[in-house]
């Protein structure tokens, strides 16, 4: 990637990065998952937001080609405002036999019956990513869900390293084997699913007309779950046990500390209530 392109994204946005990480409080490693009432438990059908601070604030209309934007702010636009992202820490072996480890936070379950993933593997400048490569040629895989006690060594696997050099030896992270696929899973990982191609789709600028990226989407075909993670019925990952991590926008993380829940509500029963009455009647 050329040099004015990593300026204008500014992956390091501190001077002194270690300097601005020792000014910070302490990680609140005491802070566990738990669960809390919802923001405003009084809330009633038909009363929209629960505060009116919105209306002091104009929308701002962006067009992602408008004439001089650089594809560069859409995409640190978008890696800020669609947040938190899950990171899929992805294992695959190109055909030569070279292990490959490295996240993507494009990365979401899309279908249960099949599972079906889907994985955004972008390669800006034509610079396509070692696991593009792999899961093209291979066309296996595996995705794992990182924890915050492995955060670190999960990320210096985004470092930009030759192709024929492991992340796995670099990070320190542990391969177990997998059953139906040939790329380990991460014995770390509290959730890993073994996973082979399904289809691909290529994209393309509308400016350039060069490729910017490739859609993969994936089938499960095998989980692993740390057994203290799971029910009795194989059905829930507890996430007290998972401590997922996700991204947010520049180089920021963040974790799930706190949860609450809320019903989907059943429109038969709720179509009952004066105030969904009143709802339909507003909007006759």
């Known amino acids: 990637m050329s040099n004015s392109i990593e300026k204008l994204i500014q992956r390091n946005p501190h ?20 669960y809390t009432k919802t923001p405003h438990p009084e809330w009633t059908p038909g009363s929209g937001a629960t505060t009116d601070e919105w209306k002091a604030h104009k929308k701002l209309e962006i067009d992602p080609y408008g004439e001089g934007r650089n594809p560069i ?24 036999g070279v292990k490959n480890l490295s996240p993507f936070s494009y990365t979401t379950v899309v279908n249960h019956d099949p599972p079906i993933f889907c994985i955004g593997l972008s390669c800006g400048s034509g610079n396509f990513k070692d696991t593009c490569k792999n899961i093209l040629q291979t066309k296996e895989l595996t995705i794992n869900v990182i924890s915050e006690f492995f955060i670190e060594a999960a990320n210096y696997t985004s470092t930009n390293a030759p192709e024929d050099v492991s992340e796995w030896d670099l990070s320190g992270l542990t391969e177990a084997p997998s059953t139906k696929v040939k790329p380990s899973h991460v014995a770390e990982s509290i959730f890993s699913v073994e996973a082979k191609l399904l289809y691909t789709h290529e994209w393309f600028s509308k400016s350039t007309g060069k490729q910017t990226g ?26 007290a046990v998972l401590q997922p991590v996700a991204r947010q926008g520049g180089i920021t993380y963040t974790r799930a500390t706190q949860g609450f829940e809320l019903l989907r509500p059943d429109y038969d029963t709720e179509k009952e209530k004066p105030e969904i009455q ?6 006759a």
């Open 73 to 96: 702010l859409n995409y640190k636009l978008l890696i800020s405002g669609i947040v938190p992202r899950p990171i899929g820490l992805i294992s695959s072996i190109s055909a030569a």
């Open 15 to 34: 001077p002194d990065f270690k300097k601005v990480e020792e000014s910070r409080p302490e990680f609140e490693s005491d802070i566990k998952f738990h």
């Open 278 to 283: 009143a709802a339909l009647k507003r909007n």
């Open 214 to 239: 490739t859609l993969c989407i994936c089938e499960g075909v095998n989980f692993h779950v740390r057994e203290d993670a799971m029910n009795a019925d194989h059905s829930i990952i507890d996430c």
